[in-house]
């Protein structure tokens, strides 16, 4: 659609009563701020530049590289803040979008429809109104007898009359970039507040005779700011349930939706079962025919077509198709866990490949190791992979047995069709095929009880 955008989001946030901005605290594992520029981008925007001023440098590193920053080092009210931007408005080649920061739920397609009416009705100024209830504490939209709108009123600076008003400014606007840059220059702090008030520029063009109109959003929903930890909660529900039915819609099932907390970016293919109290967090993907079962979090896991995970832990791992996962495992950072494993209770992984076929069904811990196909771990096996100082790699072949209770203590080789004895403390390298004892040879000594009297 090609315009440009302004994010204001340089306010402090106090009723957050928080070390950090407002507008980086997350909605569903994404900063607030962060869903308005995707919207914005989204919706078509070729620039977005993002008005920071409290702990400005906090907020422009957490969002990275996604925008241009402009600072409004003092906060003297929402026209101020957009003046911050004004080469930014002033190359705009098209209209200009001004979006607040702390709004979490507009959507690309609302800000899509607001530009085309705006378009369609050869408006200079067109600002997102929404009808509510309850009209307090929002600016109010005053219209005149054509039904244009004539101005904003804010709550602080409205009479009895205008306090009636129920249709409300959202705090979004579209303009034309001529337009605002002829009337940012013409704004005055002429108010109870002090302020320069962005509002007040629909009233200085409506004077310079130029069209102002007024797009209601159909979903109040999408113009709900967050101000504190309650309404964070309440944008959070809305945009869980957005997430969840997308999901849904998709082809997969979740048990108890309420419960499931699916963010952002997140992949899962047709036919997928999410259980309750499921946490999967950004950068996942799930394939098709598996079952995330209940208290399980991914986050940033890649798993394949029918995996089974039962209240697990999976973080930035993969595992390959027809695995089974849990109860109670916990798959650290970096592993490779191939198709047909079994990763049975109480099994923490780390840094380490588990070839195809492979069973390590219970009470094991496998870091820094490279295990082959089709090996079989005996109940309570370890890697041994820390002298204290550094940390070394264990290598496993194909078809090995490795008998319960064995310590590994790496770096050591353990060849193809290796096997070894229970109890094992095995400290050097095992040629294929042989079977390793490490342990002291058992000893009964007969009558011991008697002669110990
Ligand atoms: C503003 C509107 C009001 C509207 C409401 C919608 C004005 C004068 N009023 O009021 O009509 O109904 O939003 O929520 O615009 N900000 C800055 N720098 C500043 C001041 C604010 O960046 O100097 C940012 C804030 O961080 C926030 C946004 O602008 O993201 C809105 O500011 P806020 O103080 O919340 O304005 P409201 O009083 O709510
Ligand atoms: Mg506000």
């Given at each position: 659609?090609?315009?440009?955008?302004?994010?204001?989001?340089?306010?402090?946030?106090?009723?957050?009563?928080?070390?950090?901005?407002?507008?980086?605290?997350?909605?569903?594992?994404?900063?607030?701020?962060?869903?308005?520029?995707?919207?914005?981008?989204?919706?078509?925007?070729?620039?977005?530049?993002?008005?920071?001023?409290?702990?400005?440098?906090?907020?422009?590193?957490?969002?990275?590289?996604?925008?241009?920053?402009?600072?409004?080092?003092?906060?003297?009210?929402?026209?101020?803040?957009?003046?911050?931007?004004?080469?930014?408005?002033?190359?705009?080649?098209?209209?200009?979008?001004?979006?607040?920061?702390?709004?979490?739920?507009?959507?690309?397609?609302?800000?899509?429809?607001?530009?085309?009416?705006?378009?369609?009705?050869?408006?200079?100024?067109?600002?997102?109104?929404?009808?509510l209830?309850?009209a307090t504490g929002y600016g109010r939209?005053?219209?005149?007898?054509?039904?244009?709108?004539?101005?904003?009123?804010?709550q602080?600076?409205?009479?009895?009359?205008?306090?009636?008003?129920?249709?409300i400014n959202?705090?979004?606007?579209?303009?034309?970039?001529?337009?605002?840059?002829?009337?940012?220059?013409?704004?005055?702090?002429?108010?109870?507040?002090?302020?320069?008030?962005?509002?007040?520029?629909?009233?200085?063009?409506?004077?310079?005779?130029?069209?102002?109109?007024?797009?209601?959003?159909?979903?109040?929903?999408?113009?709900?700011?967050?101000?504190?930890?309650?309404?964070?909660?309440?944008?959070?529900?809305?945009?869980?349930?957005?997430?969840?039915?997308?999901?849904?819609?998709?082809?997969?099932?979740?048990?108890?939706?309420?419960?499931?907390?699916?963010?952002?970016?997140?992949?899962?293919?047709?036919?997928?079962?999410?259980?309750?109290?499921?946490?999967?967090?950004?950068?996942?993907?799930?394939?098709?025919?598996?079952?995330?079962?209940?208290?399980?979090?991914?986050?940033?896991?890649?798993?394949?077509?029918?995996?089974?995970?039962?209240?697990?832990?999976?973080?930035?791992?993969?595992?390959?198709?027809?695995?089974?996962?849990?109860?109670?495992?916990?798959?650290?950072?970096?592993?490779?866990?191939?198709?047909?494993?079994?990763?049975?209770?109480?099994?923490?992984?780390?840094?380490?490949?588990?070839?195809?076929?492979?069973?390590?069904?219970?009470?094991?811990?496998?870091?820094?190791?490279?295990?082959?196909?089709?090996?079989?771990?005996?109940?309570?096996?370890?890697?041994?992979?820390?002298?204290?100082?550094?940390?070394?790699?264990?290598?496993?072949?194909?078809?090995?047995?490795?008998?319960?209770?064995?310590?590994?203590?790496?770096?050591?080789?353990?060849?193809?069709?290796?096997?070894?004895?229970?109890?094992?403390?095995?400290?050097?390298?095992?040629?294929?095929?042989?079977?390793?004892?490490?342990?002291?040879?058992?000893?009964?000594?007969?009558?011991?009880?008697?002669?110990?009297?």
């Amino acid at each position: 659609m090609n315009f440009t955008s302004v994010i204001m989001a340089a306010g402090m946030g106090t009723r957050m009563k928080s070390k950090m901005p407002k507008v980086i605290h997350k909605v569903c594992g994404k900063e607030i701020c962060r869903w308005v520029i995707d919207a914005a981008k989204n919706a078509g925007s070729d620039k977005v530049c993002t008005i920071v001023g409290h702990r400005a440098d906090m907020v422009k590193e957490i969002l990275g590289d996604i925008c241009e920053f402009a600072l409004q080092a003092e906060q003297k009210g929402t026209g101020h803040a957009v003046m911050q931007a004004i080469d930014v408005i002033k190359s705009a080649k098209k209209e200009v979008v001004i979006l607040n920061g702390d709004i979490p739920l507009i959507t690309a397609e609302s800000i899509k429809k607001a530009v085309n009416y705006h378009r369609e009705n050869g408006n200079q100024a067109t600002v997102i109104t929404a009808v509510l209830d309850d009209a307090t504490g929002y600016g109010r939209i005053v219209r005149g007898d054509d039904g244009g709108v004539r101005k904003i009123v804010e709550q602080k600076d409205a009479n009895d009359e205008e306090k009636k008003i129920n249709e409300i400014n959202s705090g979004m606007y579209v303009f034309d970039s001529e337009s605002l840059l002829y009337a940012l220059e013409k704004l005055t702090p002429n108010n109870a507040q002090g302020e320069y008030y962005l509002t007040d520029t629909l009233e200085i063009l409506l004077n310079a005779g130029k069209k102002v109109g007024g797009y209601a959003i159909a979903d109040n929903d999408e113009i709900r700011g967050i101000n504190d930890r309650i309404q964070l909660d309440e944008a959070e529900k809305i945009m869980q349930k957005r997430i969840n039915e997308y999901h849904m819609r998709n082809g997969v099932t979740i048990r108890n939706p309420q419960s499931v907390c699916i963010e952002d970016d997140v992949e899962i293919s047709s036919d997928s079962e999410i259980c309750q109290n499921v946490t999967i967090k950004s950068g996942t993907k799930i394939g098709s025919d598996c079952v995330i079962g209940s208290g399980s979090t991914l986050d940033k896991a890649v798993i394949g077509d029918g995996v089974n995970v039962i209240s697990s832990v999976i973080i930035e791992s993969e595992v390959g198709a027809g695995t089974n996962v849990g109860p109670f495992a916990y798959i650290r950072p970096n592993c490779n866990v191939g198709s047909d494993v079994k990763v049975g209770d109480f099994v923490e992984l780390k840094n380490s490949t588990i070839g195809d076929g492979t069973k390590i069904s219970h009470l094991t811990y496998i870091g820094d190791s490279d295990v082959g196909k089709g090996v079989n771990f005996g109940c309570g096996t370890v890697t041994v992979n820390y002298d204290g100082k550094k940390k070394y790699r264990t290598v496993i072949g194909d078809n090995c047995f490795i008998g319960c209770n064995t310590n590994l203590v790496s770096p050591v080789n353990v060849g193809d069709g290796a096997y070894i004895a229970a109890g094992s403390t095995i400290t050097d390298d095992i040629p294929e095929d042989n079977l390793s004892i490490a342990r002291a040879r058992q000893v009964n000594k007969d009558g011991w009880k008697d002669k110990r009297k």
